[in-house]
């Protein structure tokens, strides 16, 4: 069996800095193996009651066939991709930016008499964009492209009496890589008769659902009452500053019969959650068909999402993405893909695509191969690699799932502002990357030029279990996990978000030997989540 030691903490410069050195790795000082902690009694109590049985021979041939193929399969993607993104470099860019960038109102023509409807941009605010050239043209060309994320069902729609207003959001990806929210809601127009509804857009590089969803209440509120009065809104908003995280901004606007409101945007306090919503994910996905989505989109496969309402694959899409914070999804992500340019889901590359049902005829056509099909509206898998249950490690998988049918038990012992179910999904999800990555800070080595590297293979042998240990020779050759430690070499400072604080709580039980710290943690994450309350 593997293992290493844990540095002496008297030695180290910063005591809450650890390095591994040839001293550290004594066999004379007590050594502790990594992982040790997934095989706690909680753990082998949720295994006895979650993992289905197999006979040995069996599990193990297909296990080994399914583990040389994913990682022959991710090697040959490594080299792809030099640029990383990341949550904290985005945020970055974001503090000298405004709330957003431009907004559009989207509407439904025919060319000709017989003819489908076509999406066009029928206003624009603001109307030049004085930005760089690069933006400029950059804007130009999602210009083009934002009528059909608007309406990407834009031929089946004819004019009707009534409609309940709908809101969702799409994404656009810069040639670098960045990305842009497209935030909609789309409306029937006030009047009489049959009518075509419109869409309103805001674009801008802040994800936030809550927020925006708010501004476009507000839009909608002055659209019924006078298309005239939307502008002068958006231009308050524009010229408002940028909220700073946990922080609130007012927006004055003149609103006939009323006065001049004022309206309140708050961003919540922790940005990874900004833009997600769990409920919508379990109300469409099974505890165990997320976990094979989720597992899927460890090893940057290729998934579909399927679902008859933009809202749901939005939504939906959003969320599933915001399961692998610390990591970043690297790879071709749209949430609403228009009809028309289906054939990207025949890229060989891994990506993260929502189709309307109404494409699924089309998408059967297509010779799409090793595709991960989830269809939302009756939580179902339409095409699969048979593997997506072998590929996390068994207790670990079983521990998760255990957490996850508990949320809505586990979310209300929670009494906050922000939404519990959220909180409670989300640190499920990190304190399984605890339990896999957690200690890779033992094993990041200072260099010459004041960087860190990390000691790749020592960290993964540091791992006592075999299946933890598979996993991690797969995991760590994506490029997920590439951008993850490249930022965290390159830092000087360590990072301080959530996940190296619950790292950081993880790794302080481990000098003294013992699990019972661990297994209290534990104990405490499976129950009430106690450590919620650790800010």
């Known amino acids: 069996m593997s293992g290493t030691t844990l540095p002496d903490k008297k030695s180290s410069v910063c005591p809450k800095a650890y390095t591994i050195s040839q001293e550290a790795l004594s066999p004379r000082q007590t050594s502790y193996v990594f992982g040790v902690p997934a095989v706690s009694m909680w753990l082998l109590f949720l295994s006895k009651r979650c993992i289905a049985t197999r006979t040995m021979s069996q599990s193990l041939i297909f296990f080994f066939i399914a583990h040389s193929q994913r990682l022959v399969h991710v090697k040959s993607r ?204 379990f109300t469409s996905l099974s505890v165990r068909h997320l976990s094979r989505v989720f597992a899927s989109l460890l090893l940057e496969r290729r998934v579909i999402f399927i679902a008859d309402k933009l809202s749901t694959l939005s939504k939906c899409c959003h969320a599933t993405v915001a399961l692998l914070y610390p990591f970043t999804w690297q790879h071709t992500y749209i ?66 799932e255990h957490i996850l049918e508990q949320r809505n038990e586990l979310a209300s012992d929670k009494e906050e502002e922000t939404s519990p179910l959220n909180e409670v999904v989300s640190e499920a999800f990190v304190r399984f990357f605890v339990e896999i990555v957690g200690h890779y800070s033992l094993f990041l080595t200072p260099t010459e030029r004041e960087e860190r590297t990390l000691q790749r293979e020592a960290f993964r042998k540091s791992v006592s279990s075999k299946s933890l240990r598979r996993f991690l020779e797969v995991f760590m050759e994506t490029q997920m996990f590439g951008g993850f430690i490249q930022e965290r070499e390159l830092r000087k400072q360590g990072v301080r978000g959530l996940f190296e604080v619950r790292a950081q709580e993880y790794l302080e039980t481990l000098p003294s030997g013992e699990q019972s710290g661990v297994n209290r943690f534990l104990k405490g994450l499976g129950s009430k989540m106690k450590f919620l309350h650790k800010k």
């Open 78 to 281: 490594l080299k792809q991709t030099l640029r990383y993104q990341t949550l904290e470099r985005d945020l970055i860019e974001y503090q000298e930016r405004q709330l957003f960038e431009y907004f559009v109102v989207v509407s439904l023509h025919k060319k000709q008499a017989g003819a489908a409807y076509v999406p066009e941009v029928t206003q624009q605010f603001p109307l030049k964009l004085e930005r760089s050239f690069k933006f400029m043209r950059e804007a130009e060309d999602q210009l083009k492209a934002i009528p059909q994320f608007c309406f990407p069902d834009a031929k089946d729609w004819a004019p009707i009496h009534q409609f309940a207003s709908e809101t969702f959001s799409f994404v656009l990806t810069g040639e670098d890589g960045s990305r842009r929210f497209g935030y909609c809601r789309r409306l029937l127009p006030s009047g009489k008769g049959k009518r075509l509804p419109e869409v309103y857009c805001i674009v801008s590089r802040l994800g936030c659902f809550n927020l925006f969803s708010k501004i476009l209440d507000e839009v909608e509120k002055r659209r019924g009452i006078s298309p005239a009065l939307v502008q002068p809104l958006m231009r308050s908003v524009m010229e408002a500053p940028f909220p700073a995280l946990g922080r609130t901004i007012t927006v004055k606007n003149f609103l006939p019969g009323s006065g001049t409101e004022v309206i309140e945007l708050r961003r919540p306090l922790d940005s990874r959650l900004e833009h997600v919503d769990f409920e919508s994910l």
């Open 335 to 400: 949430p609403v893909l228009p009809p028309s340019m289906i054939d990207i889901v025949c890229s060989p590359t891994p990506f993260l695509i929502g189709l309307l049902s109404s494409s699924l005829p089309r998408l059967k056509e297509l010779p799409v191969e090793e595709v991960l099909v989830v269809d939302l509206v009756n939580n179902r898998f339409l095409r699969q690699m048979e593997d997506e249950d072998s590929i996390l490690p068994r207790k670990l998988q079983a521990a998760l």
